[in-house]
């Protein structure tokens, strides 16, 4: 398996645009995670599935933001509109249980100015 | 309010020494205690995971400790190599809910 992917790796926009960040996760894992990393907060969970359904969105900031799971190889995390402050590194994950091993993708790095 | 606390914050040490990274929490229920290691841009990778009944766990020259009484964690680090320079994490999930809370990390720089 390739691990979890993500797209686009880089992503720069300005103030007021809608951002779409991808994921692809591991073949076979039921449970999703989408995290945010900054250097003010650390790493964040931001919203978490499993079997495609949203269990916790609790971490996700506000309204902007909005995360879907079409199917079991697709998720999107949407903002909309995006802010400087958003600024940041986006990590999805996945694994087999919540509590077991999850496998980090490669991030995206976004930036609006 | 669920709290993880690592120490040091840096850490600078010759390659070949052993070195042991700190981790307090606060989280309540406890369900596990991960540590992560993420280089420079890139995704965190699991080291170890920890339940509450267990206390020490290795992965090659990396050994967890666990104490759920005193609520401490430490990543304990052997001979150590270039490539173990990097950031450290320790992320502790709540019981019931496993949502996790995250600690800041180390960042570990290993010298020639």
């Known amino acids: 398996d390739a691990g979890v992917i993500q797209s686009p790796r880089h992503e720069v926009t300005e103030m007021g645009q809608e951002v779409t960040l991808r994921c692809k996760p591991i073949s076979g894992h039921d449970y999703l995670f989408w995290y945010r990393q900054t250097m003010m907060r650390g790493l964040e969970l931001l919203i978490y599935?499993?079997?495609?359904?949203?269990?916790?969105d609790s971490g996700m900031p506000e309204d902007r933001f909005s995360a879907k799971m079409p199917n079991a190889s697709f998720s999107t995390l949407k903002i909309q509109p995006s802010e400087p402050r958003d600024s940041a590194v986006y990590f999805c994950?996945?694994?087999?249980?919540?509590?077991?091993?999850?496998?980090f993708g490669p991030g995206t790095r976004l930036l609006v100015l | 309010k669920n709290q993880v606390e690592q120490s040091p914050q840096s850490l600078i040490i010759l390659e070949g020494k052993n070195c042991t990274l700190q981790c307090n929490y606060t989280v309540s229920p406890f369900s596990n205690l991960r540590w992560y290691k993420q280089d420079t841009g890139r995704g965190p990778v699991s080291l170890t995971i920890?339940?509450?009944?267990?206390n020490t766990k290795s992965n090659g020259r990396y050994t967890a400790t666990l104490d759920a009484d005193t609520k401490q964690s430490s990543l304990h680090i052997t001979a150590s190599q270039l490539s173990d320079s990097a950031s450290y994490i320790c992320v502790v999930s709540e019981g019931g809910s496993y949502i996790p809370t995250f600690g800041r990390g180390t960042s570990l720089i290993v010298h020639p």
């Open positions: 920890m339940t509450f009944s267990e």
């Open positions: 599935f499993n079997n495609n359904v949203p269990i916790d």
């Open positions: 994950a996945s694994s087999f249980y919540t509590w077991e091993t999850q496998y």
